[in-house]
C-alpha cells in the first residue's frame, strides 16, 4: 500500500475521484481514504496546514494502514531558478528552515535526538516519479526541499533559506512527514508543483497559480499509479 499524503483539499481532491472501491476511516480530526488507483494500493489523506498536523497524519497513517512509502504532493514556492510554475521539484531530502537551535552551538535546521540536518528521501522512488514527470513533459528538478511553519513570501527569506540549506522548494509539511517516515524506517518523496516564487510576489501568485499546479502533481501521481 502506498500513502499519500497532501496539505489541502486542493491537492488532493482530484486524485481520490480515481479511487475505486473508497473506505474512509477518520482518526484524530484527519480522514483516511483507501482503495485502489491503477495498480496499486492506496490510503490518501489531507493532513491540513503546517508541521504538527503532517506529523500527527504521518504518524496514524503508518500506525494504521503500514504503507510501505509514503508520498507528500502538493503545492511549493520556488526558491531555484530551475523551478517556474507549473514545474515539479522532488526531494533529494528534507530540511525545516525553521529548527532553530544555534543559540546553543547547534547548526541551523538540526533537529535534536536525530542530530541530523537533513533527512534524506527514498532514491528509488524519487527517480520513479521524476521519470513518470519526464514522460508527461513536465519540468523537474531534484534536491533538498525546505518545510517551516510559515508561507515565504519575502527575498528576505527565499535568500536565508537558500543559502542556509541548499533548498530548491518551501513549503510547509514535507520535512514533518520525512521525519516521521525517518522514525519509522518508512521510505518517503516529497513531490510538489510550483505555485509561486516565494518571494514579494507570491502573494498575488499562488491564489493564481496553485490550482493548476495542484493539477500538475496528480496528474504525475495518476501516471506514477498506472505503473
Ligand atoms: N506553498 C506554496 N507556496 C508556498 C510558499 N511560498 N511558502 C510556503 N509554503 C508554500
Given amino acids: 500500500m502506498i500513502g ?6 486542493v491537492e488532493m481532491e482530484a486524485l481520490r475521484a480515481h479511487i475505486e472501491n473508497p473506505v474512509s476511516e477518520t482518526v484524530s480530526g484527519v480522514t483516511f481514504v483507501r482503495g485502489r488507483i491503477g495498480n496499486h494500493e ?3 489523506a489531507v493532513c491540513g496546514i503546517g508541521k504538527v498536523f503532517a ?7 503508518i500506525l494504521r494502514y503500514a504503507p510501505e512509502k509514503v508520498i507528500n504532493t502538493g503545492v511549493a514556492g520556488s526558491l531555484s531558478s530551475l523551478l ?3 514545474s515539479i521539484a522532488v526531494s533529494s531530502c528534507v530540511v525545516q528552515h525553521d529548527m532553530d537551535t544555534s543559540p546553543l552551538g547547534d547548526p541551523l535546521g538540526l533537529i535534536s535526538g536525530i542530530n541530523k540536518v537533513e533527512l534524506p ?3 528509488l522512488l524519487c527517480t520513479d516519479l521524476a521519470a513518470c514527470a519526464g514522460e508527461l513533459g513536465i519540468h523537474t528538478a531534484s534536491g533538498p526541499i525546505a518545510s517551516g511553519d ?3 513570501a519575502s527575498a528576505e527569506r527565499k535568500t536565508f ?3 542556509t540549506f541548499g533548498a530548491i522548494a518551501c513549503e510547509m509539511e514535507g520535512a514533518a512527514v520525512g521525519q516521521v517516515c525517518y522514525v519509522n524506517s518508512v521510505p518517503f518523496c516529497i513531490l510538489r508543483a510550483i505555485s509561486d516564487s516565494a518571494d514579494g510576489s507570491s502573494h498575488m501568485d499562488y491564489p493564481t497559480f496553485v490550482k493548476m499546479a495542484a493539477e ?10 498506472s505503473k
Fill in 4 to 9: 499519500i499524503i497532501a496539505a489541502m483539499n
Fill in 42 to 44: 492506496v490510503v490518501t
Fill in 55 to 61: 506529523a500527527l497524519c504521518a504518524q496514524t497513517m
Fill in 84 to 86: 517556474n510554475i507549473g
Fill in 121 to 123: 528521501a527514498d532514491k
Fill in 150 to 152: 510559515q508561507f515565504v
Fill in 161 to 163: 533559506i537558500t543559502d
Fill in 216 to 225: 500538475q502533481s496528480v496528474k504525475l501521481m495518476l501516471r506514477y499509479l
